[in-house]
């Protein structure tokens, strides 16, 4: 007979005891139910910010497709449980479901806490837990213009990030005389609030709310005890989470003083048939407020029901974090209140880094550590810590600004086989070098296999060090190099060839390559010095460097004919232009099409006729549209304000700005805009490398989106953009893209691959964080000022018309080029007609 | 077996390709002036059976002269006309020198 076991919540930690508990062979034992009280079943709080950067509510769920059918798992989604009765050992849903059980668990999380203070109630007064809230906080943002939030702890200060995204102007309200007062000590604490002040972000610490009430310019206001007061819409509550131990208590569970339910090492409660996980659970006196612990609770009881020894002994609360693109890293006993501890501190006021050690009295033990502003050294502090791996003989070198001839920090290989790596999924470097054994030899495989790092996403560079020692030691060289021919990364050539002022290929060649180069090496090379230079790609020097679509200006297709495609920019085309492209294609017989990106391409010309149709193309009044090259291909857009009915501003009109300033960029691949005059989306840009969307408080700007083979949604980068904001920022973002992404990598997965990924990047483009932007606005300023139709300039000269017959020394044609008729145009003859079909004249 | 004018050394474009029509055949014929090698092979390109050689780069691999395929990049030894992605593929290679000003091929010696 099988025993029922119900688990209370189907949050982070109740999802993760039941997907353990069905991979586990206790499953056998037991039918399982679970009452989940949202609208939808288990998704990931920790990352619940991104919901904000375009993230979905099914992108956040935590539950594989047919995760519950699969297992046999009822759940009663929408529905709470109200009562237990533990003497007869049924739970009451407030829908009135009834359940019998055998085992029950409670995962019912905590809500979040707040102050009791007159009109906390009050219309816009949020709360930052679930994505309902977070709807509510955007609708709120859609009407006010001040957000404040209250209270400045880790999650505080992620609301508060969450408003200024929003576009809203941020308070950050906290009672504490400092920001972040659990994690980190005061000298973090000032350095930190520096930093987020030069954000933007206003600071108030040491206040005390005593009353929110009518505002007179914005909806609320908030009143202080010392006198002052700040006018606000949105107030924002995140003063901390207190565990739902309701029903528990009301069935007579022993609940802590100030909250949370009593768990034991196995964590069970004062009754042995129900166990507590979570953060509703209270171990120790102490409730853990971060997802990892709750994990290793799950786990505890998933052991324990299968009949092995199994105890939760307590749990780590170091955290990394990157908070407003500042990193912010505590770890262990950061306030050094172990009796003897010594403090090593490190603080740099012009880089803003504060850095700060706790060490054993005998300085052979790291306790602690804080770091603001710098935590690179996060992973290496933690294994330390962590695994008791005694202190090199002076500590403090680990926290110094380290010469480029010291190597400190811990290799990977100092760390021993049960060293955790990935606390979330309490991963082990022995796990993790046998997936890499076992065939996984890429950081995504890897995360596949072994679930390492796709928690917090804290350990991912210290799995990526584990994994490039690893792939090392078995001989795997981790070659970053471009070709044979040079032993440099995309990057460092476009360095060298900025820095030393490398004109042409063969300089390049001469002084950092060997042999001739190939097909991957110069076209690479061709674009870097066709973005940094801008010199007219077929001249004599550049010339080979260039694929077939670049020498001849078009797109080879599959039967050595090319593909025209005149630019059109932002899709608006006049009927006489239309015409005259119909003319020529009727003229050419040229097979049209309407392509994706709104304009039209020409098929079937040989190459001989390229010359004569851009001939006529360009006294038409059109121009090249680089769809041939790696570089702007076309700015979509919608209608926008001036026909649709929905519209809130000119699409059309921005569309052809950007098109304009842009076209004839060369890139590391081809880039793609798209602008939408409102939410609607209409021209799709969140699936856009650029895309630009109307709102009421300007343009808002997603970045390093795609369509195509692998598809991926655009973050939100900015809102509220003024246009010549929104310019500087796309100017700064591209020069950058051109700068430092490899060979044929889209902006999606230059960005996907980018240390810090979206903060990062904002770091660079909006607050200036590597000093550049400067430098990224003329490199851009000089691409637009040299700007050239290459058509117009081809066709100017005698010299590179030459090029544009089939024979060197003959006027016939291709003979291999046989086209026949569908649906009254032509196409490619294939293999089998070429025998049969008469060939179609082409004039 | 007698050498054939096919065009002006000035007809060439440096380290790229063209195609002349040699004997009714289509030839494409590459220039590494720096080496002062010509390379003329056939400009038909078996894999993506077109006729397009002469428009696909060039360089070497390992030490050997290759065009790569504009089509779907396959590589081919100029010297062999070996493909070096499927040995089994190769393309007629043939006898090319400069004679003074002129280029020119020995098309009875197709290797
Ligand atoms: C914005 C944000 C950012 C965070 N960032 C981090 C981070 O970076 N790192 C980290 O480690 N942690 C982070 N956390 C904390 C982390 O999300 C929590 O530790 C984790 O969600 C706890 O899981 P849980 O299952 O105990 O609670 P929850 O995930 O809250 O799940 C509890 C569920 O039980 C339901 N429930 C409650 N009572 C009942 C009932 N009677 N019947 C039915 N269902 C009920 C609730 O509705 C809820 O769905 C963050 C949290 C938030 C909100
Ligand atoms: S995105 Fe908005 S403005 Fe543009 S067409 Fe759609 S509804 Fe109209
Ligand atoms: S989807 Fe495939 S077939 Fe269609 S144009 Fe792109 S590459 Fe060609």
Known sequence: MKQTLVVIGNGMVGQHFLAGLAASPAKASYDMITF?????????????????????AEDLSLVEDGFFATHGITIHLGDKVATIDREHKIVTSAKGVTVRYDKLVLATGSYPFVPPVPGHDRPQCLVYRTIEDLEAMQAAAKTGKVGAVVGGGLLGLEAAKALRDLGLETHIVEFAPRLMAVQIDEAGGAMLRRKIEALGVTVHTGRNTSLITDGERCVNKMCFA?????????????????PRDDIARACGLEVGQRGGIVIDNQCKTSDPDIYAIGECALWNSMIFGLVAPGYAMARTVVADLAGETASFTGADMSTKLKLMGVDVASIGD???????????????????????????????????AVLVGEASGYGTLLQYCLNGIELPENPDALILPHRSDESVGLGPDALPASAQICSCYDVNKGAVCSAI???????????????????????????????????????????????????????????????????TFAELLEKHGKGRGCEVCKPTVGSILASQWNDYILSKEHLGLQDTNDTFLANMQK?????????????????????????????????????????????????????????????AGFESGHAYGKSLRTVKSCVGSSWCRYGVDDSVGLAITLENRYKGLRSPHKIKFAVSGCTRECAEAQSKDIGVIATENGWNLYVCGNGGMKPRHADLFATGLDKETLIRYIDRLLSFYVRTADRLQRTSVW????????????????????????????????????????????LADEEKLKRFRHFINSDQADDAVVFVEERGQIRPANDEERKHFNRVEVA | MAWINVC??????????????????????FYMPKD?????????????????LSRGLIGDIAGQPVVASPLYKQHFNLETGVCLEDETVCIPVYPVRIDGGNVQINMGEAL
């Open chain 1, 751 to 794: 960005m996907e691959n980018m240390e810090g990924g979206l903060d990062y990047l904002k770091a660079v483009v909006i607050d200036d964080k590597l000093g550049l932007c400067g430098q990224l606005e003329e490199q851009m300023q000089h691409v637009i000022d040299t700007y050239q139709c290459e058509w117009k300039t081809t």
């Open chain 2, 8 to 29: 002006g050394v000035d007809d060439l474009q440096a380290d790229s390709g063209v195609c002349a029509l040699v004997a009714g055949q289509q030839v494409a014929l």
């Open chain 1, 226 to 242: 010392d006198g002052e007061e700040l006018e606000t819409d949105v107030v924002l509550f995140s003063a901390g989470i207190r």
């Open chain 1, 559 to 619: 039967d050595g004919t090319y593909s025209v495609v005149p630019r059109i920019t932002g899709g608006e085309i006049s009927p006489d232009m239309l015409i005259a492209l119909g003319q020529v294609g009727k003229k050419y017989q040229l097979y049209t099409k309407i392509t994706g990106g709104q304009r039209v391409d020409l098929f079937g010309a040989r190459v001989e006729q390229l010359p004569h149709i851009w001939k006529e193309l360009i006294d």
């Open chain 1, 437 to 503: 054994e076992a065939g996984c030899t890429t950081i995504n495989a890897l995360k596949t296999e072994t679930k390492a790092g796709t928690g917090c996403g804290g350990c991912v560079p210290l799995l990526k060090a584990v994994l490039n020692s690893e792939l090392a030691k078995h001989g795997y060289e981790v070659n970053t190099d471009l070709c044979e021919h040079f032993p440099y990364t995309r990057q460092d050539l476009f360095n060298l060839i900025r820095v030393e002022e490398i004109k």
């Open chain 1, 36 to 56: 989940c009280e949202e609208p939808r079943a288990a998704y990931d709080r920790v990352h619940l910010s991104e919901f904000f950067a375009g993230k979905t």
């Open chain 2, 36 to 52: 002062g090698a010509v390379f003329a092979v056939h400009n038909y390109d078996p894999c993506g059976k077109a006729n397009v």
């Open chain 1, 334 to 368: 950061a306030h050094a209140k172990t009796p003897g501890a010594m403090v090593y501190t490190y603080q740099n006021g012009a880089s803003e880094v504060y850095k700060r050690l706790v060490v054993s009295a005998d300085k052979k033990q790291l306790l602690g």
